[in-house]
């Protein structure tokens, strides 16, 4: 009924745009791309219909973690159809378009617009959208941000002073586009010897949580340096997939995300 009256206004139906949550980081290797695929994989087991955006053009590395290496998206009118993954996440990758192993080099207004049509895929029901950013404050980075408008952002960090730094950066970036950040997440914290069970901090440890709280943002949780996280990712099987601790700390953080 609704669309018919706004067919007598005059008004045209445009498909409902998802709302972004865009995850970011300072710098590389922070373990940003693996914190998306799980809170993504954690809110489509909340029954959220998520779908999951790998912008990292210069390291796309959701494939490997969602195990849809090789596939690729199909397009109808230029418009790409998103790959399904085993994890009930739709999601399209740089990595699903360029060749296997190839470097991707492109400046930055080419990949801005690569980085648009992945995100104005035919989505169909999906209505939200966990967008793996590339990592730092560039420009691609920040047209993203402007042109999207994403509801909220997720910035990860290590403990670590340095990552800490880039992290603020991050933040700064979202500040200054107007989108509101959800929180910090603190990833590698802590490890636990295999052996003998101790506990030890190679990146020190609550850097994230002290910062979040000096900057008044909240801080989604901490996640803690093991095999099993790494292992697991390298196989194509997020944690938050399984029902061991080792999903845990991601299903707790994408419960305070879905919010
Ligand atoms: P980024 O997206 O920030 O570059 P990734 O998510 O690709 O980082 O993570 C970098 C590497 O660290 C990957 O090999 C990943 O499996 C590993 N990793 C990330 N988080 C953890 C963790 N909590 N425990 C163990 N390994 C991790």
Request: charged share 20%; net charge negative; hydrophobic share 45%.
């Amino acid at each position: 009924l609704r669309i018919a009256q706004m067919a007598e206004r005059g008004e045209t139906v445009a498909p409902k745009k998802p709302r972004i949550i865009a995850v970011g980081s300072g710098k590389g290797g922070v373990g940003k791309s693996t914190v998306s695929a799980n809170i993504a994989v954690a809110l489509a087991r909340m029954g959220v219909k998520v779908g999951l955006v790998d912008a990292d053009i210069y390291g796309p590395s959701q494939p490997r973690l969602m195990a849809s290496e090789g596939e690729r998206p199909t397009a109808k009118d230029k418009t790409l159809n998103p790959v399904p993954t085993r994890y009930g996440v739709p999601m399209l990758s740089m990595g699903h378009l360029a060749e296997p192993g190839q470097a991707i080099a492109w400046r930055g207004p080419m990949a801005g617009n690569a980085l648009a049509q992945l995100i104005e895929a035919d989505w169909g029901d999906v209505d939200t959208l966990v967008v793996d950013l590339p990592p730092g404050t560039g420009d691609v980075q920040l047209t993203m941000i402007q042109r999207f408008k994403p509801a909220g952002a997720v910035i990860v960090s290590t403990p670590q002073d340095l990552a800490l730094m880039d992290a603020t950066r991050a933040i700064g970036l979202f500040d200054k586009a107007g989108v509101p950040v959800i929180g910090m997440v603190e990833n590698m914290a802590g490890y636990a010897c295999p052996h003998c069970g101790e506990v030890s901090d190679p990146f020190g440890q609550g850097g994230a949580e002290a910062a979040a709280k000096t900057m008044g943002y909240d801080f989604l949780g901490r996640i803690p340096l093991t095999l099993n996280i790494r292992a697991a990712s390298d196989a194509g099987q997020p944690p938050a997939a399984g029902d061991d601790d080792a999903g845990a700390p991601f299903v707790a953080i994408a419960g305070k995300v879905a919010d």
